[in-house]
């Protein structure tokens, strides 16, 4: 749902104002993860034949996400246990509404082949609609050409022709719209009216790989507890080659007589089959882990695992250590994996983080922390909340005073932005009488109780938020050299000001040296 939408839904209401909103960024990976969980509670409790749906190369007409959002279910044979196709429909309603902490509401579609049933379901009027054969042609034909599922270039050509709809379409001929727009289309039209099957590849979800080892005599041994993981992970190493895929997250799990189990919970920064690597791992957090009780059964399994990419480091490797070399780094990961792995091991997988860049123009806000160890997708969890803001907004203004040198500088200067860049932005008060003037830069700065003349300034680069963010935000940023030596980045907030009214607040936000 688009952002403006969202908060115009959210003004309208009622509840809002009962319990805080919290705004969180699209994940994809999470996205679909549900949905693969959600088509395994189909299968288990509906029909075995449940698919997600497969995508085309480009993303489809109204579908800008280009990810899978809908589950293809095949019920021929299936509907009669819970009496008819509506009672059916009625149940996995009843199952989304209960069966999940958040009601889930889905729309849903019976149709005689899935093209059709995927067109009912995003095109509909109704949340569920049905149809059988006698009636496809008359349940579609008023739908619009989106829900053919063509990319936007091949829509944006039929609306040019004055096609908006699937009966407009039908009444050309096929040869020529194969000829003017392309054999995929003619697919489409055949697939919705059941001329042309179209395959659904049904889900499998891969078991987790989990081994256990319990123990003949219940024991506190190091040495021994060891020994028995090693083995665990030779058998775990096996089963990830046989899939092709590397650990990213191992759990062992020990359980104690009579004290509660222990779990350990290692992350990974990048996939890694290695069995050396893996236990190195394991052996790290043994080191600190505190075993007052005998152990009775050890279980180890990868909770999560994401395909294995092989990379040779040379053209020839000269001699057997070489050889090794590369191989090692081809299951285990870099050398850079295996260092952030063993630091994470050693302090902990939620203290070590990287930096990752965003879209937000707001300088304060224009980076995430994510964790770097276990994710499959590192960029979908942040330390704090940011808003998405398009980029940056640059206005370069002419000279602010007599003593500018420069304009704005370049994408490719270094000291466009400063080195340090500080959390909460700092209150400048203005020294001279020329604060009230929009078009300059005061000749000196107070802070923290003394005072920094402004020798020269570069600027201004004008950042500021659209509107749909809330309130609006504009700042005028200006680098400047003090008679110190210091360079700082300040900037004039004009977001404070009143309508008609010439008063800005100056902050200074970073500092160049």
């Known amino acids: 749902m688009p952002l403006i939408r969202a908060n115009q839904l959210l003004s309208h209401s009622p509840e809002v104002g009962k319990e805080e909103l919290h705004v969180l960024p699209h994940d994809r990976q999470a996205d679909h993860q549900s949905l693969e969980r959600l088509a395994e509670q189909i299968q288990a409790s509906f029909c075995p034949k449940v698919a997600v749906e497969s995508l085309g190369e480009k993303a489809w007409a109204g579908f800008p996400r280009h990810q899978a959002e809908s589950l293809l279910c095949d019920i021929s044979g299936v509907a009669h246990l819970f009496g008819d196709e509506q009672r059916m429909v009625a149940a996995v309603v009843k199952h989304l509404a209960d069966a999940h902490p958040i009601p889930l509401h889905a729309r849903l579609a019976i149709a005689p082949n899935g093209a059709a049933a995927w067109a009912l379901a995003h095109f509909g009027k109704q949340a569920v609609e049905m149809t059988d054969d006698d009636n496809l042609v008359s349940s579609i034909e008023t739908l619009p050409v989106e829900s053919l599922r063509l990319e936007t270039s091949v829509v944006e050509t039929l609306h040019r022709l004055g096609v908006e709809r699937i009966d407009q379409l039908l009444k050309l001929p096929?040869?020529?719209?194969?000829?003017?727009?392309?054999?995929?289309?003619?697919?489409?039209?055949?697939?919705?009216l059941g001329?042309?099957?179209?395959?659904?590849?049904?889900?499998?979800?891969?078991?987790?790989?989990?081994?256990?080892?319990?123990?003949?005599?219940?024991?506190?041994?190091?040495?021994?507890?060891?020994?028995?993981?090693?083995?665990?992970?030779?058998?775990?190493?096996?089963?990830?080659?046989?899939?092709?895929?590397?650990?990213?997250?191992?759990?062992?799990?020990?359980?104690?007589?009579?004290?509660?189990?222990?779990?350990?919970?290692?992350?990974?920064?990048?996939?890694?089959?290695?069995?050396?690597?893996?236990?190195?791992?394991?052996?790290?957090?043994?080191?600190?882990?505190?075993?007052?009780?005998?152990?009775v059964k050890i279980k180890m399994d990868v909770p999560l695992t994401a395909p294995l990419r092989h990379s040779q480091s040379e053209l020839f490797a000269s001699d057997v250590t070489t050889q090794a070399?590369?191989?090692?780094?081809?299951?285990?990961?870099?050398?850079?994996?295996?260092?952030?792995d063993s630091l994470s091991g050693r302090l902990g997988r939620d203290t070590v983080w990287s930096?990752?860049?965003?879209?937000?123009?707001?300088?304060?806000?224009?980076y995430k922390l994510t964790i770097m160890t276990g994710?499959?997708?590192?960029?979908?969890?942040?330390?704090?909340?940011?808003?998405?803001?398009?980029?940056?907004?640059?206005?370069?203004?002419?000279?602010?005073?007599?003593?500018?040198?420069?304009?704005?500088?370049?994408?490719?200067?270094?000291?466009?932005?400063?080195?340090?860049?500080?959390?909460?932005?700092?209150?400048?008060?203005?020294?001279?009488?020329?604060?009230?003037?929009?078009?300059?830069?005061?000749?000196?700065?107070?802070?923290?109780?003394?005072?920094?003349?402004?020798?020269?300034?570069?600027?201004?680069?004008?950042?500021?938020?659209?509107?749909?963010?809330?309130?609006?935000?504009?700042?005028?940023?200006?680098?400047?050299?003090?008679?110190?030596?210091?360079?700082?980045?300040?900037?004039?907030?004009?977001?404070?000001?009143?309508?008609?009214?010439?008063?800005?607040?100056?902050?200074?936000?970073?500092?160049?040296?």
């Open 355 to 366: 930096v990752e860049a965003t879209k937000d123009s707001l300088p304060e806000n224009s």
């Open 195 to 295: 001329q042309l099957d179209e395959p659904i590849i049904v889900h499998h979800p891969q078991p987790i790989l989990s081994f256990r080892d319990e123990l003949e005599y219940p024991t506190r041994d190091r040495d021994i507890l060891l020994d028995r993981v090693e083995r665990l992970i030779d058998r775990i190493c096996e089963g990830l080659v046989q899939r092709r895929h590397g650990a990213l997250r191992l759990r062992c799990h020990l359980s104690l007589t009579p004290q509660s189990p222990i779990t350990m919970t290692i992350g990974l920064f990048a996939p890694s089959q290695e069995k050396k690597h893996l236990l190195s791992l394991i052996s790290t957090r043994f080191e600190t882990l505190s075993i007052r009780h005998d152990v």
């Open 375 to 513: 994710n499959q997708n590192r960029a979908n969890r942040k330390m704090r909340p940011s808003r998405t803001i398009r980029p940056a907004k640059t206005n370069t203004g002419g000279e602010s005073k007599a003593r500018t040198a420069n304009h704005l500088p370049s994408h490719a200067d270094a000291m466009r932005r400063p080195l340090t860049v500080l959390s909460q932005p700092m209150t400048l008060q203005p020294a001279d009488g020329n604060s009230l003037n929009l078009g300059d830069v005061p000749e000196a700065f107070r802070l923290r109780g003394q005072t920094h003349r402004i020798t020269r300034c570069w600027g201004p680069e004008r950042i500021e938020t659209q509107w749909w963010n809330g309130p609006s935000i504009r700042r005028d940023y200006y680098r400047v050299e003090t008679s110190e030596g210091r360079w700082w980045w300040i900037y004039r907030d004009f977001s404070e000001s009143k309508s008609g009214s010439q008063k800005s607040t100056w902050m200074l936000h970073g500092q160049f040296t």
């Open 325 to 340: 070399s590369s191989s090692s780094l081809a299951f285990g990961g870099s050398s850079l994996s295996r260092f952030v």
């Open 174 to 192: 096929r040869d020529g719209l194969a000829t003017r727009l392309g054999k995929p289309l003619v697919n489409r039209i055949s697939q919705i």
